[in-house]
C-alpha cells in the first residue's frame, strides 16, 4: 500500500464502521421491548376503527377501547388508552380504513416526510439533510412505536422556520400541535415571553379553530369526554410508571430511581423546568439562529414535562440534523465532534444504562446541552434575517 492510497483506505474504513455501527445501533432500536412493532399505533388504530364502527362515545372508556385494541391484535399484556384530544382523530380515521400493516407504513412515511422537508428547508435546502435525519436513532425508536414524533417534529421545526418571517404559518404549526398538549404549552409559554405576539395570536387562533372544526366533525361531547377524562388518564400514567421507567428519560424518572418522591419531588421538578423555560427564552431573545432556537425549545420540553418517551427523542433529531450541519457553516453554533457523537448515540445509550444500573442520566446530560446551547447564544452575533418562502 502507497503512502497516497493508505489516507483514502482509512477514510473508506472509517465510514465502513459508521455505516456498521449506525446500522447497528438503530437495529436495536427496532428491538427494544417485546410487543409487536407499531404497538402505539394499534392504540390509534383501534380508536379509529371504533370511530368508523359508530362508538366515539365509547373511545375515552378504557375498558371499552382495551377490549376493541384486543380484539384486533390479541391478548396486550398493559393497559393502553386514547389520550389525545379529537384534533388527533383528523388523521388517524381516514388511515384507520386500511388494513393495519398497510396503514402503519402509510402513518410513518406521511408523517417523516413533513419532518424530512422541515430539516431540508432549516438546513437551507440541504439535500442530505432528511438522510441524517433518518439515520438518528430516534427516528427508528419512533419507528419501534409507530408512535407520532415525526409529526411533532415537523411542527416543532416548521414553528420555529416561519416564527419571524410568516407569523401566520408558525401559529399554523403551533395550533395543530396542539394535538400533544403538553408538548403544545411550551411554544405557547416561549411565544408569549419572548413577545412573539402575532405568533402568540394566530397559534391560539388556529389551536381554537382546529377544536371547533373537530367539535363539528365528531361531535362536541367528544371535547367534553376528552377533557372529563384527562386528570383520570394522568393519574393512570403515574400509576403505572414503575413499570415503564426505562422508557421514560425524565428528570422526573431519575429522581424517582434515587429515591426522591412526594413535595421534594415536586419541587426539584418545579424548579428544573422553571430553569429550562428561563433558559429556553434567553436563548430566543438573544439569537434567531434555527439550531439554537430549535435546540433549546426541545431541550426544554424533555427537561421540563415529567412524562417523555423514547420515542419522543425523534423530535430531537431535528435539532440535531441542524447542528450537524451547523459544523460546517458556522462551527461555533454547533458542539464538537464528539459531542454531538454523544447526542446521536443518547437515545440508544439512556436506555442501556438504565437497563445495566437503574440509573437514567439522560436528563442531566441533556440539561449540559442546554447549558451550552444559552452560552452560544450568548456568543451568536450573527444574526439571521433572511426571508424565505416555502
Same mark, same amino acid.
Given at each position: 500500500m ?10 473508506i474504513l ?17 428491538r427494544?421491548?417485546?410487543a409487536?412493532i407499531g404497538?402505539d399505533?394499534?392504540d390509534?388504530?383501534?380508536t ?8 366515539i362515545?365509547?373511545?375515552?372508556n378504557m375498558?371499552a ?6 380484539s384486533?391484535?390479541g391478548?396486550?399484556?398493559y393497559?393502553?388508552?386514547?389520550i389525545?384530544?379529537p384534533?388527533?382523530l383528523?388523521p388517524?380515521?381516514p388511515?384507520?380504513y ?8 402509510v402513518?410513518?412515511a406521511l408523517?417523516?416526510i413533513?419532518?424530512?422537508l ?8 440541504n ?12 427516528t ?5 412505536w ?6 411533532t417534529a ?10 419571524e ?7 399554523l404549526?403551533?395550533?395543530?400541535l ?5 408538548m403544545?404549552i411550551?411554544p405557547f409559554i416561549i $411565544?408569549?415571553?419572548?413577545?412573539k405576539?402575532?405568533a402568540?395570536?394566530?397559534?391560539a387562533?388556529f ?7 373537530t367539535g363539528?366533525?365528531f361531535?362536541f ?5 376528552f ?8 393519574q ?19 429522581l424517582?430511581?434515587?429515591?426522591l ?10 424548579a ?5 423555560i ?9 439569537t434567531?439562529?434555527y ?5 433549546? $425549545? ?5 427537561l421540563?414535562f &415529567? ?11 431535528v &435539532? ?17 465532534p ?7 448515540v443518547l437515545?440508544f ?8 444500573l ?7 446530560v441533556?440539561?449540559?446541552?442546554l447549558?451550552?446551547?444559552?452560552q452560544?447564544a450568548?456568543?451568536?452575533v450573527?444574526? $439571521?434575517?433572511?426571508?424565505?418562502s416555502?
Amino acid at each position: 500500500m502507497t503512502k497516497r492510497t493508505y489516507p483514502l483506505f482509512v477514510r473508506i474504513l472509517v465510514i465502513i464502521l459508521i455505516v456498521i455501527a449506525v446500522i447497528g445501533i438503530n437495529f436495536a432500536c427496532l428491538r427494544i421491548g417485546t410487543a409487536i412493532i407499531g404497538i402505539d399505533y394499534a392504540d390509534y388504530y383501534a380508536t379509529g376503527r371504533m370511530v368508523i364502527d359508530g362508538n366515539i362515545g365509547q373511545i375515552y372508556n378504557m375498558e371499552a377501547h382495551h377490549a376493541v385494541l384486543e380484539s384486533l391484535f390479541g391478548k396486550i399484556p398493559y393497559l393502553l388508552e386514547w389520550i389525545y384530544p379529537p384534533t388527533f382523530l383528523l388523521p388517524i380515521v381516514p388511515l384507520s380504513y386500511l388494513p393495519f400493516h398497510a396503514s402503519l407504513a402509510v402513518w410513518l412515511a406521511l408523517s417523516f416526510i413533513p419532518a424530512a422537508l422541515a430539516v431540508y428547508f432549516l438546513t437551507g435546502k440541504n439535500k442530505y439533510a432528511p438522510i441524517c435525519l433518518l439515520a438518528f436513532p430516534g427516528t427508528f425508536l419512533n419507528i419501534r412505536w409507530g408512535q407520532n414524533g415525526f409529526l411533532t417534529a415537523a411542527l416543532f421545526g416548521f414553528g420555529v422556520y416561519f416564527v419571524e418571517s410568516n407569523p401566520m404559518l408558525a401559529g399554523l404549526m403551533f395550533g395543530l400541535l396542539t394535538f400533544k398538549p403538553q408538548m403544545a404549552i411550551f411554544p405557547f409559554i416561549i $411565544l408569549f415571553f419572548t413577545k412573539k405576539w402575532k405568533a402568540f395570536g394566530w397559534s391560539a387562533f388556529f389551536a381554537a379553530a382546529f377544536a371547533v372544526l373537530t367539535g363539528l366533525l365528531f361531535g362536541f361531547q367528544t371535547w367534553i369526554d376528552f377533557f372529563s377524562t384527562s386528570l383520570y388518564n394522568a393519574q393512570q400514567l403515574s400509576a403505572s410508571w414503575e413499570a415503564t421507567n426505562w422508557g421514560i428519560p425524565t428528570l422526573s424518572t431519575a429522581l424517582r430511581v434515587m429515591g426522591l418522591n412526594g413535595w421534594g419531588l415536586t419541587l426539584a421538578l418545579t424548579a428544573v423546568a422553571a430553569f429550562a423555560i428561563y433558559c429556553c427564552v434567553r436563548v430566543w431573545k438573544q439569537t434567531q439562529s434555527y439550531s439554537l432556537r430549535l435546540m433549546a $425549545l426541545v431541550l426544554c420540553l424533555f427537561l421540563s414535562f &415529567p412524562y417523555v418517551s423514547l420515542y419522543d427523542f425523534a423530535i430531537l433529531g431535528v &435539532p440535531f440534523t441542524l447542528l450537524f450541519f451547523e459544523t460546517q457553516k458556522n462551527p461555533k453554533r454547533s458542539f464538537s465532534p464528539l459531542l454531538l457523537c454523544l447526542l446521536w448515540v443518547l437515545p440508544f445509550l439512556c436506555v442501556l444504562i438504565f437497563m445495566k444500573l437503574k440509573l437514567q442520566l439522560c436528563p442531566f446530560v441533556l440539561m449540559g446541552y442546554l447549558i451550552a446551547i444559552v452560552q452560544k447564544a450568548n456568543q451568536d452575533v450573527a444574526v $439571521l434575517k433572511i426571508p424565505h418562502s416555502v
